[in-house]
């Protein structure tokens, strides 16, 4: 299947590493470079490079598997390891990996010589629905998630659904959270469908991916640089990012995805007080992302996570900005929302316990 974004097209299938192949064929790099992490490396870049007949040489670039490999540090020196490599702006960068690898290696690409050709080969459910589609790129700042980064759009992205199968069930459930998402903010029926026949740990259909990536195209296409509507990609992220950039910071990373539902429980209960969300679907929103991702332990400083959560990009002037629904399945973008609202809301998630 292939989906349309705002500017990259996106391939889904069994049949990517054959199509990415005879791209490939068709045109002239001067050289071509991988960039993988660790595990990457050993469980997904064997396979695709077994496909690619039209590649006589290349350069692998590894950096360790985690969050902590978005920072300035590994991009500087990723920047000095293509300076010596002697990649030139007709260079081609592959990059074969979950969201930190395609949110990293897309960032270098926009970069590198003010910007060479890339692709995405995303190995993780979260890459695949989310991180890898729509353009965005970026490195964190310390506990600052994506406080540095571009708009740029890849050649096309190559979804290989058999990836799947070389993750733990963990990094299944942390990309699902994404799917729910897209389910909360445009498509209730859909939310329905994935929390009827999800289980933990086991991977989504293909049809589900799919779908996912694209709603998250429709919207993008609407909106590229997040202007507006885009925005709405961003429910559960204000205090997701807020309680990732924590736990990171104190040495205890948790996944995006695992900080994304904690983020979702915190932004149903301010659209129940904002929007008048009714009571009905706030329980039902909640069950949903509990029966999938349990209720975390938030025994972290409710005064860290709210100083991060001030700093979110998404704020203005000085102003707590967020995305909430008036119903599921349905976003409202920039509510503002007082700091005495986002408190309560911050009491509600680290105090009260499932029923």
Known sequence: MHIHTAGAAVSVGHAVFEQF??????????????????????????????????????????????????????????????????ADRHALLVNVGGGVVTDLGGFLAATYK???????????????????????????LGPYKNQVGAFAEPLGVYVYPDFLETLAAKHVR???????????????????????EYTRGTPP??????????????????????????????????????FEGVYLAAGNAILHGEAVAI??????????????????????????VENIFGRTD???????????????????????RFVLLPELGRAQVDVEVSEEEAMDALHFLMHTKPA
């Open 21 to 86: 192949n005879a791209w490939l064929g068709q045109q002239n790099f001067s050289k071509v470079f991988f960039l993988v992490d660790e595990h990457t490396h050993e469980c997904c870049l064997p396979s695709l490079l077994a496909a690619l007949s039209h590649l006589e040489t290349y350069e692998v670039l590894e950096v360790e598997a985690g969050e902590e490999s978005k920072s300035p540090e590994v991009l500087v020196n990723l920047y000095y390891a293509l300076t010596e490599l002697e």
């Open 263 to 288: 983020g979702m429980l915190a932004e149903l209960y301010l659209s129940k007080k904002k929007l008048h969300l009714p009571e009905e679907q706030f329980k039902q929103g909640c069950t949903i």
């Open 174 to 196: 942390a990309g699902f959270a994404e799917m729910l998402k897209h389910g909360f903010i445009a498509d209730r029926a859909y939310l329905d469908v994935l929390a009827k």
């Open 205 to 242: 259909s293909v049809s589900h991916i799919e779908r996912s990536i694209e709603i998250k195209a429709e919207i993008v296409a609407q909106d590229f640089r997040e202007g507006g509507d885009r925005k709405k990609l961003n429910f559960g992220h204000s205090f997701g990012h807020a």
């Open 298 to 320: 938030l025994s972290v400083d409710a005064e860290k996570v709210f100083a991060l959560l001030k700093n979110d990009k998404k704020n203005e002037a000085g102003k707590l």
């Open 114 to 140: 003010r910007g060479i050709s890339f692709v995405h080969f995303p190995s993780s459910l979260l890459a695949m629905v989310d991180a890898s589609v729509g353009g965005k790129t970026g490195i964190d």
